[in-house]
């Protein structure tokens, strides 16, 4: 069962794994960013999505992390 597991695990590695690397083959195209009146140097598309991807990734855990230590403050202000 342990090797079955690891197969399936190293399987999903490799598919994402490719299916990234054809998405930044896919999108070469340079794009410029504009956010208020700051212009970002031109860049890959694929890379602008993936770092995207990645701010989200650390943001999001760090804003649910802060929602509950409100909500547990809360809870203690409330007994």
């Known amino acids: 069962m342990r090797n079955i597991t690891r197969a399936l695990l190293l399987l999903f ?3 994402l794994a490719a299916f990234t690397l054809f998405f930044v083959l896919d999108n070469q195209q340079d794009i ?3 956010i208020l009146g700051w212009s970002t ?3 890959p598309l ?3 999505v993936l770092a995207s991807l990645v701010l989200g990734l650390v943001i999001g855990p760090i804003l649910v992390g802060v929602a509950s230590v409100r909500g547990k403050r809360r809870l203690r202000m409330d007994r």
Do not use: G, H, K, Y
Request: glycine share 0%; net charge neutral.
């Open 13 to 15: 590695s490799l598919l």
């Open 46 to 48: 694929a890379i602008v």
């Open 32 to 34: 410029s960013l504009v």
């Open 41 to 43: 140097p031109a860049l």
